[in-house]
């Protein structure tokens, strides 16, 4: 993202303080399982490294799978060269242990930058996230079917990439595909046909045998509020019954895509929870039947105090860190908070609650023995020059 918002700032371009408080809140987040490490553009640190200084804290602030970011070669390569101080030389022992996504400028281009990528990355045997980004009636024919298709081939030529490069390495089908708003030009996201888009592409990535990569919680809002609520249901809902694989932008994404927002980051969290809930079903265990407790309660009575409540009652239902269910008269003596206040209050809670995860000195001294000779190398490069 470009821009960065909060209650208590307003929108403003994004800086590398952003970014760290932004990778605390994911390694904190327990709804996500990896992070990425492009999440707000810290416009405050020289393009030429700021990469450097993302993937450092991505692997020093979290100790959960961090994503890279796959612009031409210089950058892949650096990328590459830090994860091996933390994992070591080989690594792909025991699996993949980064990767990131490779977007298709459509319609029908790949660029040298992110071909570049692609082919570092898949060499090295590190995951790829193929992904067309289409906009129905601008970047493709208007027609879903036609943009589907086109989707289809895009995605399937930088697969078949992967594989010239290196025969079985790791690659996902991507897919970003929805429609302009024909009165603006403007993308369109939380639409029913995107919704159609996101189950199309899921099929078509089955159908090849790939992992398939969606999308969750996209809004054209720029505001937190009940646009951006519907809109992002109406990605993340589709998603999640597509089977999606692997969910990318899934908190926080405002404006289209151009501005990253804290408190939407914990509205999102707290929707991906309830998924989460609901996507375990139902407990058809002994005991959860409570027949008996039925029986001793009777006609008219209630179950608050019975012991099979109280033996359960904390953990029987999803508890929410933002939505307020008291009566108005309790809701108004609190101070009337309403759920954008609340997730702000929220977000700074996590902030003061967060604590690094360990990590070997040795390691750490190494990525920043890296990272400091890299940006005196790379201070004023141009690192697409040659694309």
């Known amino acids: 993202m470009v821009y960065v918002s ?153 697969v078949a990439l992967t594989q010239l490069v290196r025969p079985g390495a790791p690659v996902v089908y991507g897919a970003f595909l929805t429609n302009v708003d024909m009165k603006s030009g403007s993308p369109a996201f939380g639409t029913p046909e995107g919704a159609l888009a996101i189950g199309m592409g899921a099929q078509m990535a089955r159908r090849y045998g790939l992992p398939h990569r969606g999308n969750g919680s996209l809004t054209s809002a720029n505001a937190v509020g009940a646009q951006s609520a519907f809109e992002s249901t109406w990605t993340l809902w589709p998603a999640v019954l597509s089977h999606t694989n692997i969910l990318y932008h899934a908190v926080g994404w405002m404006e289209a895509g151009m501005t990253v927002s804290f408190e939407k980051f914990i509205i999102d969290a707290e929707n991906l929870a309830m998924m989460q809930r609901f996507l375990q079903g139902v407990d058809i265990s002994d005991g959860t039947f409570a027949l008996d407790s039925i029986a001793a309660v009777g006609p008219a009575g209630h179950h608050f105090g019975t012991a099979h409540t109280q033996a359960r009652f904390e953990t029987a239902f999803h508890a929410s860190t933002v939505a307020d269910r ?62």
């Open 6 to 158: 909060d209650l208590d700032a307003g929108r403003r371009t994004g800086t590398f303080q952003d970014f760290e408080k932004l990778l605390k809140l994911q390694h904190m987040s327990n709804v996500l399982h990896g992070v990425t490490d492009h999440l707000v553009e810290a416009q405050d640190v020289e393009v030429s490294f700021r990469h450097l200084r993302r993937k450092l804290a991505g692997y020093t602030l979290t100790d959960k799978a961090v994503a890279a970011t796959m612009h031409g070669r210089i950058v892949p390569n650096d990328i590459l060269n830090i994860s091996k101080l933390v994992f070591g030389n080989d690594l792909t022992t025991g699996g993949p242990v980064t990767g990131g996504v490779v977007n298709v400028n459509s319609p029908l281009v790949f660029d040298k930058r992110m071909v570049g990528g692609l082919i570092t990355m898949a060499r090295a045997g590190q995951i790829v996230i193929v992904t067309p980004f289409v906009l129905a009636g601008a970047m493709s024919p208007v027609t879903l079917a036609a943009a589907a298709a086109q989707q289809n081939a895009e995605a399937l030529a930088g």
């Open 326 to 387: 008291r009566n108005y008269d309790a809701w108004q003596s609190a101070g009337e908070q309403n759920t954008v206040e609340r997730a702000n209050q929220v977000w700074k809670e996590m902030l003061a609650q967060y604590q690094a995860p360990p990590l070997d000195a040795s390691i750490r001294e190494a990525m920043e023995d890296y990272v400091a000779r890299r940006e005196r190398e790379l201070a004023g490069v141009n690192l697409y020059a040659d694309e």
